[in-house]
T-cell receptor, first 113, second 115 residues
């Protein structure tokens, strides 16, 4: 079955520290993969996407993600977090050519001073 | 350049009433998707529509739920005879289709509360 898994429900990071949020996928074919961010009471904002090609993709707000086929992972990273990065982060994916996105359960990021 | 517009932002209904949620896609987008987010959960796909056509409704509950995307006007997600379990945030997304068809842009959502 197609699935997207985010193993970490909640992560706390100090402001200025580096961040890595994990995402694993299970698809038979090459997937499309996305990271979205959701602030409280808000909709989802697209951070970055992977379709094919270069496995390291750059997004907005200083985020990047690396697609690793061998590990079925698409982890999100940021070298130095800011207090405004506190939010819920969702990994999502879909098999090539399929319009239906499958979302992970999300990782809530808390930033401490 | 307006994004995906959803209204109302908050909707309160009593059990047995009908809920109508509206979604206007981004300008130039002809594909609309509806997702439901239950508390403390991720988004779950419900339905995918193009103008006047339902393409994939595999995530829609079999009863009480329906969706449309008419030639003119917004997409509507309709929930008849609401129950407390329908309380959730409902998100609409749109995409331009074709080459970039898998990039979905989301609205701010409608939060439905059933009393």
């Amino acid at each position: 079955a197609q699935s997207v898994t985010q193993p970490d429900i909640h992560i706390t990071v100090s402001e200025g520290a580096s961040l890595e949020l994990r995402c694993n996928y299970s698809y038979g074919a090459t997937p499309y993969l996305f990271w979205y961010v959701q602030s409280p009471g808000q909709g989802l904002q697209l951070l970055l996407k992977y379709f094919s090609g270069d496995t390291l993709v750059q997004g907005i707000k200083g985020f990047e993600a690396e697609f690793k086929r061998s590990q079925s992972s698409f982890n999100l990273r940021k070298p130095s977090v800011h207090w405004s990065d506190a939010a819920e982060y969702f990994c999502a994916g879909g098999p090539y050519g399929n319009e239906k996105l499958t979302f992970g359960t999300g990782t809530r990021l808390t930033i401490i001073p | 350049n307006a994004g995906v517009m959803q209204n109302p932002r908050h909707l309160v209904r009593r059990r047995g009433q009908e809920a109508r949620l509206r979604c206007s896609p981004m300008k130039g987008h002809s594909h609309v998707y509806w997702y439901r987010q239950l508390p403390e959960e991720g988004l779950k796909f419900m339905v995918y529509l193009q103008k006047e056509n339902i393409i994939d409704e595999s995530g829609m509950p079999k009863e009480r739920f329906s969706a449309e995307f008419p030639k003119e006007g917004p997409s509507i997600l309709r929930i008849q005879q609401v129950v407390r379990g329908d309380s959730a945030a409902y998100f609409c997304a749109s995409s331009p289709g074709q080459v970039a068809k898998n990039i979905q842009y989301f609205g701010a959502g409608t939060r439905l509360s059933v009393l």
